[in-house]
């Protein structure tokens, strides 16, 4: 199913770039060269965009692709900057915020530390 519909695609690109192919000649024989090479141009951009693309998005993940320990465990993963994730040690919900892990706690929740507690001995 997913394979025919791939092949067809495939058929039609093929089909473009004859169709594309019988205008140059047709363009190019009436004395249009200079929309040809325009449109060359046009097609190395459209070739080059996705190098581009590939490129800046490595950049962008170099810049916010964040590689921390869970707050929680101390599992190490790695994140998206200023995205929300799960812990895949203890599935603690997790906020990529300023390079770290934070704990991601539901709203309404109150987070209570743990006091120091003295315990007295009574003594008799
Ligand atoms: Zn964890």
Same mark, same amino acid.
């Given at each position: 199913m997913n394979q025919n519909s791939f092949r067809s695609i495939q058929i039609s690109g093929f089909g473009f770039w004859l169709t594309l192919l019988a205008i140059v000649w047709l363009l190019s024989s009436i004395g249009l060269g200079w929309l040809v090479k325009s449109v060359f141009v046009l097609i190395g951009i459209i070739l080059l965009m996705p190098v581009v693309a590939f490129l800046g998005f490595r950049w962008w993940l170099k810049r916010n692709l964040v590689i921390d320990r869970c707050p929680v465990c101390g599992y190490e993963s790695a994140g998206i900057n200023n995205t929300q994730l799960r812990c895949? %040690?203890? %599935?603690e919900p997790l906020k990529v915020e300023h390079k770290h892990f934070h704990r991601l706690t539901p709203p309404g929740t109150v987070d209570v530390d743990a006091i120091d507690v003295t315990v007295k001995q009574i003594e008799d």
């Open positions: 895949p %040690s203890c %599935s």
